[in-house]
Protein backbone atom coordinates (compact mmCIF):
# COMPACT_ATOMS: atom_id res chain seq x y z
CA UNK A 1 0.00 0.00 0.00
CA UNK A 2 1.41 3.59 -0.95
CA UNK A 3 1.06 6.44 1.75
CA UNK A 4 0.93 10.11 1.07
CA UNK A 5 3.72 11.88 2.16
CA UNK A 6 2.56 15.58 3.09
CA UNK A 7 5.86 17.46 2.35
CA UNK A 8 5.75 21.50 3.19
CA UNK A 9 4.92 23.62 0.15
CA UNK A 10 8.25 25.03 -1.71
CA UNK A 11 8.23 28.01 -4.02
CA UNK A 12 10.79 28.78 -6.89
CA UNK A 13 9.41 31.36 -8.29
CA UNK A 14 7.45 34.50 -7.86
CA UNK A 15 5.97 37.22 -9.78
CA UNK A 16 4.60 40.39 -8.24
CA UNK A 17 1.56 42.88 -9.56
CA UNK A 18 -0.26 45.74 -8.56
CA UNK A 19 -2.88 43.43 -6.80
CA UNK A 20 -1.44 40.13 -6.22
CA UNK A 21 1.43 37.57 -5.48
CA UNK A 22 1.57 34.89 -8.09
CA UNK A 23 3.66 32.38 -6.42
CA UNK A 24 4.75 29.06 -8.20
CA UNK A 25 5.46 26.24 -6.07
CA UNK A 26 8.00 23.25 -6.54
CA UNK A 27 4.74 21.01 -6.70
CA UNK A 28 3.19 22.19 -9.47
CA UNK A 29 0.43 24.46 -7.75
CA UNK A 30 0.33 28.15 -8.65
CA UNK A 31 -0.83 30.09 -5.61
CA UNK A 32 -2.78 33.79 -6.69
CA UNK A 33 -2.09 36.19 -3.18
CA UNK A 34 -3.79 39.08 -3.01
CA UNK A 35 -1.81 41.90 -1.33
CA UNK A 36 -4.68 43.73 1.14
CA UNK A 37 -3.64 40.89 2.82
CA UNK A 38 -0.43 42.78 3.31
CA UNK A 39 -0.80 46.31 3.74
CA UNK A 40 3.17 46.87 3.35
CA UNK A 41 3.64 44.98 0.30
CA UNK A 42 0.62 46.76 -1.07
CA UNK A 43 1.42 50.05 -0.37
CA UNK A 44 4.77 49.90 -1.53
CA UNK A 45 6.67 51.02 -4.88
CA UNK A 46 7.30 48.86 -8.03
CA UNK A 47 10.94 48.73 -6.71
CA UNK A 48 10.70 47.61 -3.41
CA UNK A 49 8.13 45.19 -4.50
CA UNK A 50 10.62 43.99 -7.31
CA UNK A 51 13.36 43.94 -4.56
CA UNK A 52 12.77 40.29 -2.50
CA UNK A 53 14.72 37.28 -1.69
CA UNK A 54 13.69 33.58 -1.47
CA UNK A 55 14.30 32.49 1.71
CA UNK A 56 16.30 28.76 2.68
CA UNK A 57 14.73 26.46 -0.11
CA UNK A 58 11.68 28.31 -0.47
CA UNK A 59 9.75 28.54 2.09
CA UNK A 60 9.05 32.14 2.12
CA UNK A 61 9.93 35.38 0.52
CA UNK A 62 11.46 38.66 2.20
CA UNK A 63 11.73 42.19 1.15
CA UNK A 64 14.27 43.96 2.76
CA UNK A 65 13.45 47.49 1.78
CA UNK A 66 10.18 46.68 3.61
CA UNK A 67 11.19 44.37 6.78
CA UNK A 68 8.71 42.10 4.97
CA UNK A 69 9.04 38.33 5.50
CA UNK A 70 6.31 35.86 4.46
CA UNK A 71 6.34 31.87 4.73
CA UNK A 72 4.81 29.87 1.67
CA UNK A 73 2.97 28.22 5.00
CA UNK A 74 1.26 31.69 5.84
CA UNK A 75 -0.22 31.98 2.19
CA UNK A 76 -1.97 29.10 2.45
CA UNK A 77 -3.66 30.89 5.84
CA UNK A 78 -3.23 34.91 4.78
CA UNK A 79 -0.97 35.96 7.65
CA UNK A 80 2.65 37.66 7.38
CA UNK A 81 5.31 36.06 9.28
CA UNK A 82 5.95 39.29 11.16
CA UNK A 83 2.15 39.01 12.98
CA UNK A 84 1.93 35.79 13.24
CA UNK A 85 1.04 34.74 16.88
CA UNK A 86 3.15 32.08 18.68
Do not use: C, T
Not at 31 to 57: C, F, M, T
Amino acid sequence: MNSLVQNDPLLFKMDISDDELVVYLKDGRVLHVPLIWYPSLERASVEQRKNYQILGDGEGLYWPDLDEDLSVKGFFQGISLQNRVA
